[in-house]
């Protein structure tokens, strides 16, 4: 089986993403984790699927998955990454689109200045919808994390985050800590790991420990979850510059009930054909 992809990123978070508007793309776990291998092949952090709308108020479906080959809800370096690729394949004449994910509808737009701004939908902050064990709503929650305690916020942005706060990105035990964090048996469905350091009201360094994926150069929902979670503990405020290691998204939350807009770049790397048993 020969399949046809797009190497893109947005922020050095990665991936292939494979047009299926025309003809289903025959994905199976396996098949997935050997597009993601970064030896034997393309390489990426996720594989992004376009497929046609599956009802009338949306303009495609998206669909993504992890490099260990599961199916996830959200991507939001992604999401931005969708609508550069349909509107540079001429899938599409519009700036704007809204798109069916998993977890919901979201509406990515691309700007004059080549940047991407996306609605990234309402965060959700019940537990249970996180979902997230716990008897109580309290922003801050202890988590037991090995022989540690550590304070986390924990938010779904289509996908679950628990975000803690540290003094310094560069020295937090992200692999150690993410490792056990993202199989936390308080998260049911596995978790995304955030540890953000404030810089000052509008600024923060983030990095992220990526449910199925290890640590990434950015994530996108991650950026938004680690916003929604510094501006409810009282430590940031909209608009929030997140700086990543693959680089720079802004982040503007109004509070709760309203949606997210995340704002980044969304790069094309180049195209090819990968044979496939």
Known sequence: MK????????????????????????LTPARVKAIADRHFGVGCDQLLVVEPA???DVDFRYRIFNADGGE???????????VRFVHDKGLTAKDQ??????????????RADGLVTVDM?????????????????????????GDSVVAITAVSMGNPHAVQVVADVD????????????????????????????????????????????????????????????????????PVRV??????LEIAWAGPGTPVLMTGPAVTVFEGEMELE
């Open 72 to 82: 996830v809800e959200q991507c939001g370096n992604g999401a931005r990454c969708f």
């Open 3 to 26: 399949l046809r992809f797009t190497k893109m990123h947005g922020l050095g978070n990665d991936f292939v993403v494979i047009d299926a508007t025309r003809a289903p793309a025959e």
């Open 243 to 248: 700086h990543t290691r693959g680089g720079e």
């Open 54 to 56: 599956s009802r009338a």
């Open 97 to 110: 689109i809204r798109v069916e994910t998993k977890s919901g509808v979201i509406a990515p737009r691309l």
């Open 171 to 238: 020295a937090a035990p992200v692999a150690e800590q993410g490792a056990l964090i993202e199989r936390h048996e308080r998260f049911p469905a596995r978790v995304n790991a955030g540890f953000l350091q404030v810089v000052d009201d509008h600024t923060v360094r983030l990095r992220v420990f990526e449910r199925g994926a290890g640590e990434t150069l950015a994530c996108g929902t991650g950026a938004c979850a680690a916003v929604v979670a510094g501006i409810l503990r009282g430590l940031v405020e909209s």
């Open 121 to 145: 939908g309402v965060p959700e902050l019940a537990p249970a919808k996180i979902p997230f064990v716990s008897d109580s709503d309290a922003v801050v929650q202890p988590l037991q994390v």
